[in-house]
């Protein structure tokens, strides 16, 4: 087992981060990263002999609906529900200062 993290510690690794910390962050955070390495060490104790590594714990499968082609709006519809069209385009503001 190793050593317990203590405050000094906490405030020293602030420092180095450049992070300020009040004298409440930094005991709430000493406690927050002992029990995270005390986690660490109980994982890092576990016998994984013959099991093998994976990046996920069960099989991933495509969710999404096969890409099959399908009817889609003509270009007079779509552009039936602008507000403004012009030569079978939208129309839409200026920007960037360009003319019109």
């Known amino acids: 087992m190793s050593a317990r993290i203590t405050s000094d510690d906490v405030a020293h690794v602030a420092r180095l981060a450049r992070l300020e910390l009040h004298e409440g962050e930094v005991e709430t955070f000493t406690g927050q990263l002992a029990a995270i390495l005390e986690h660490a060490e109980d994982v890092e104790a576990l016998d994984l002999e013959g099991v093998e590594p994976t990046s996920h714990p069960y099989p991933l499968v495509n969710v999404l609906r096969p890409d099959v082609a399908s009817a889609t709006l003509s ?26």
Do not use: C, K, S
């Open 75 to 100: 270009n007079d519809d779509a552009l039936a529900a602008a507000p403004q069209a012009e030569d079978g385009r939208f129309r839409v503001p200026t920007i960037l200062g360009e003319a019109p």
